[in-house]
């Protein structure tokens, strides 16, 4: 079993920034690719970012390429989303999962998952 809690979403400014943060406990963290998926209202969950179990490998929705950069700190059992250039349409709850498949974890097919930070974003 792997527990996921993430924080760092709040409100932010159009253009603004933040960083979320996930932090994982339970099995060995860097067995598990890493994904950040968000989720707005009336829509389904999508996959945000994905970074691979050593974090050499890393893939972007097509939407946040070049704002967005996913990172993993192994011994630390932490993996980071930072969020640059914000824009009301990135405004959503932002989930944090863990797969130990990371073509799974591409397919928003998590293993285990956190409960979720708010992140708005005020035009």
């Known amino acids: 079993q792997v527990q996921l809690v993430e924080s760092g979403g709040g409100l932010v400014e159009t253009g603004g920034s933040l960083r979320l943060s996930c932090a994982a406990s339970?099995?060995?963290?860097?067995?598990?690719?890493m994904g950040w998926f968000r989720q707005a209202p009336g829509k389904e969950r999508e996959y945000v970012a994905v970074?691979?179990?050593?974090?050499?490998?890393?893939y972007y929705a097509d939407f946040v390429k070049g704002r967005f950069t996913i990172s993993r700190d192994n011994a630390k059992n932490m993996a980071y989303l930072q969020m640059n250039s914000l824009k009301p349409e990135d405004a959503a709850v932002y989930y944090c999962?863990?797969?130990?498949?990371?073509?799974?974890?591409?397919?928003?097919?998590?293993?285990?998952w956190g409960q979720g930070t708010q992140v708005t974003v005020s035009s």
């Open positions: 999962g863990a797969g130990g498949i990371y073509g799974n974890v591409l397919q928003n097919k998590c293993d285990y």
């Open positions: 339970g099995r060995t963290f860097s067995n598990y690719a």
């Open positions: 970074i691979s179990q050593s974090g050499g490998i890393r």
